[in-house]
């Protein structure tokens, strides 16, 4: 267990309207991401980060932004949901055992867009 | 652009079978290769972890094999129980240090039946 929390867990909006999900983690890893889950496709990469206020985009990151001002804590926000973004979203760190990078995942928030 | 395929996508057993789960990938240039387990609406289980330089790894009843020039792992559930239902998901990884891609199967949604 990595010690990986989400919220909220579950998350009805209205299309257009900003979402704020937030990934927290207590044992200081330092590379977390954000992923959606969908029927029929793999688990895509949205952003990740690699450290405080240092992030990237990943595969579909259009649509969403993120932020991380502590190492802890990375949020993920939807600017203006659209029902095309109805998905799980799922938060991972990377543990590293010597060289060995392993991913650890949170429980994930089921997002329903209107 | 790395693809992982996994084969079959559902799958039925009776309890007490030995079992194989099989995942392909396209590029062959991988640092690693994870298998995890997702119960219905939960996160990933980290299950397994193998190093682009081994050739198994065993964790009590599983043992996951990677041939990495050939592009495929397998993932060996020995005397299945049907504590083993979920749906397990291959991920590999690209790159060393720093960020790593991670491209995930879609799964193979497996049922033991009592």
């Known amino acids: 267990d990595a010690g990986i929390t989400q919220s909220p867990r579950h998350k009805v909006t209205e299309t257009g309207t900003p979402v704020t999900l937030r990934c927290h983690q207590t044992e200081n890893h330092r590379y977390m991401y954000w992923y959606r889950q969908d029927p029929g496709h793999g688990l895509r990469l949205i952003h990740y980060?690699?450290?405080?206020?240092?992030?990237d985009k990943g595969e579909v990151s259009d649509g969403y932004s993120v932020s991380r001002s502590k190492t802890e804590d990375f949020l993920l926000t939807l600017e203006s949901a659209t029902s095309s973004q109805t998905s799980v979203y799922f938060c991972?760190?990377?543990?590293?055992?010597?060289?060995?990078?392993?991913?650890?995942f949170g429980p994930g928030t089921r997002l329903t867009v209107t | 652009k790395q693809e992982v395929t996994q084969i079959p996508a559902a799958l039925s057993v009776p309890e007490g079978e030995n079992l194989v789960l099989n995942c392909s990938f396209t590029d062959s240039a991988i640092y690693n290769l994870q298998w995890f387990r997702q119960d219905p609406g939960k996160g990933l289980t980290s299950l397994l972890l193998i190093q682009s330089s081994q050739r198994e790894q065993t964790s009590g009843r599983l043992n996951a094999s990677l041939d990495k020039s050939s592009g495929r792992s397998t993932l060996y559930i020995a005397a299945s129980q049907p504590g083993d239902s979920a749906t397990y998901l291959c991920a590999v990884r690209e790159g060393s240090g720093g960020y790593q891609k991670v491209t995930f199967g879609i799964g193979t949604k497996l049922q033991v039946i009592p």
């Open positions: 991972a760190i990377s543990e590293t055992s010597g060289l060995h990078y392993e991913q650890y």
């Open positions: 980060s690699y450290g405080v206020k240092d992030t």
